[in-house]
């Protein structure tokens, strides 16, 4: 059984079809990429699956359970959190307070302690400025607080949106290289991108989405090599 | 001091030596100034607090303190009740109240395309809550009587006179904004109105329920409209179904004043609105008054288009 299944899934804007009926999983421990082109639906996908949008049609299923009806608020603490795209940290609140939100749901303070420690060991940069306010933060220390805040949740699944958007080629390199080390520690990623060469070169399989629809899927490796995909996706 | 008019005004306390009594009504009207500031401050948080949350205005904050008022008024007079415990009535009433005004009547328009939907609600469910008081109470003028038991202080050998009204007052507005700054601060519940405040999407994914902090926003904001009705009512001791109205705009300049949204915005813009009301009330003149009030706001905002203390947050991409 997939960790994560979505079947048919149909989203409206208004009169508009975002989603065209697609259907994809996730495997536990698997890293998986949805790459597309900007406005083929990948976030419109994340939000759908974490409640922030009700799809028209189709289903969710998590560890078996159809969580489609499920409000966001109550996803989080079934073991999924999302980083979503443009970081959202609260630019109001230190970077402790806002590593503290994304514990909201938990309520051991022993174990919401340790996983603090393990994310500042992981970012160690966060816990440097753990007390200045996120909005000061730069791009790329913004995008470790917004998945370090994900972490936060103790999460089975993290789907992360755009991660390395508006950030220099050495920090995308940093941020992938956290990725996988996230994925590593028994964290199953499913990773939306349009850094498609980044994003195929971390991942297990990927989904290619084109105007809210899967127009081809398969290992990540095998998609790197597909002439198509060389030519639309990787400037080759 | 004269007004144009060449009118003098009469200073409290001891008039034969002017200089020193004139000094001494300055003193006393700056602490009515800070004593009705802090009514506008505290009625001002209701307002800030649920735009900061809700991005809404809600039009029909003042007329709660009218309605927590009223609620006092029968407490004391009708059931008979110790005034600490109307007090209490009056702040429950006024706090359920608030919670079924968000969920009835503004709650299903928050998605609305149009945001202008709920305001023209709130414009509604005002003139509704005016006019159930017209029915219950009827349209006469209602003498409230104070019901703040801290007598009056004399100050300077009787040169200065501070009414217990506005000692509990302003008391009461320094305890509330601490209170409230903590509660904010320190607080799961206050961490997560910060984080609405912020960006909703981003909060829900944290795990926090929006519409349930929202009806927390509103609750603590209609249970302090409940303690500005009664202080209000306790230093001005007229109660009519239009007593709110006109607080309730002046909290709400008071709020924007200050910077809507922050809760020291509503602090500073409450005493300023106060201070300055009173002073041009004191020494220009008391039919001017309002009409300098408006005024101030609007060199403010002219010149500082979010308030004083309200910023405009450049977001990094």
């Not at chain 1, 082109?37 to 949008?53: D, M, P, R, S, W």
């Not at chain 2, 809700?54 to 609620?71: E, Q, T």
């Not at chain 2, 008979?80 to 359920?96: K, N």
Request: hydrophobic letters at 50%; one cysteine or more; a neutral charge.
């Amino acid at each position: 059984m997939a960790m994560l299944e979505v079947k048919d899934m149909e989203v409206y804007y208004g009169m508009i079809q975002a989603i065209k009926g697609i259907s994809f999983e996730v495997n536990e421990g698997e890293v998986i990429a949805l790459i597309g082109a900007n406005g083929a639906g990948k976030t419109t996908i994340l939000h759908t699956v974490t409640g922030l949008l009700s799809p028209k049609r189709g289903t969710v299923l998590f560890e078996g359970k159809d969580i489609t009806k499920i409000p966001a608020h109550k996803i989080v603490s079934l073991g999924m959190a999302h980083v979503p795209e443009g970081r959202r940290v609260f630019a109001e609140l230190s970077v402790y307070e806002n590593l503290k939100m994304g514990a909201y749901t938990r309520k051991d303070k022993a174990e919401i302690d340790a996983t603090l420690a393990m994310v500042y060991e992981r970012f160690p940069r966060l816990e440097e400025r753990k007390n200045q306010l996120a909005g000061t933060l730069s791009g790329g220390e913004q995008q470790m607080l917004a998945m370090g805040r994900a972490l936060m949740s103790h999460p089975k699944i993290i789907l992360m949106d755009e991660p390395s958007m508006g950030l220099s080629p050495i920090l995308v390199n940093q941020i992938f290289d956290i990725i996988e080390e996230v994925s590593k520690s028994g964290t199953t990623v499913l990773l939306v991108e349009q850094n498609a060469k980044k994003a195929l070169s971390i991942a297990d399989r990927a989904y290619v989405l084109e105007t809210g629809t899967i127009v081809l899927d398969g290992d990540a490796k095998a998609l790197m090599d597909d002439d198509s995909i060389k030519k639309a996706y990787l400037g080759e | 001091m004269k007004n144009p008019s060449g009118r003098t005004y009469a200073a409290e306390g001891n008039e034969k030596y002017t200089g020193w009594g004139n000094s001494m009504s300055f003193i006393s009207y700056f602490i009515n100034g800070i004593s009705l500031g802090s009514v506008y401050a505290i009625i001002a948080l209701g307002y800030t607090m649920v735009y900061g949350i809700a991005k809404m205005l809600n039009f029909a904050h003042g007329d709660v303190i009218m309605i927590g008022a009223y609620v006092v008024m029968a407490s004391v007079s009708g059931a008979g009740l110790p005034p600490f415990a109307a007090l209490l009535v009056s702040v429950v009433f006024c706090t359920v109240l608030g919670i079924v005004i968000e969920s009835v009547a503004y709650r299903p328009l928050l998605n609305a395309a149009s945001s202008l939907a709920v305001l023209i609600t709130a414009i509604g469910v005002s003139y509704l809550l005016q006019n159930i008081a017209l029915l219950i109470f009827g349209a006469n003028t209602i003498s409230f009587a104070s019901i703040v038991p801290v007598p009056a202080l004399a100050l300077a050998g009787g040169a200065l006179t501070v009414t217990g009204e506005a000692i509990v007052t302003i008391a009461c507005c320094i305890v509330i904004m601490i209170g409230l700054t903590l509660f904010i601060r320190k607080s799961k519940a206050g961490q997560a109105m910060l984080a609405v405040s912020e960006d909703k999407g981003a909060a829900q994914l944290m795990g926090i329920n929006v519409n349930g902090t929202i009806a927390l926003t509103f609750a603590i904001g209609s249970a302090l409209a409940a303690v500005a009705g009664v202080l209000l009512c306790s230093a001005y001791p007229t109660l009519t179904p239009y007593t709110g109205a006109m607080p309730g705009i002046k909290a709400f300049v008071a709020a924007v004043f200050g910077g809507i949204g922050s809760i020291p915005g509503a602090l500073i813009g409450g005493i300023l609105l106060g201070v300055i009301e009173i002073f041009g009330k004191a020494y220009i003149s008391s039919q001017m008054a309002d009409a300098i009030v408006f005024g101030v706001l609007i060199v403010i905002l002219l010149v500082k288009p979010a308030g004083i203390l309200g910023k405009n947050i450049q977001e990094k991409v």
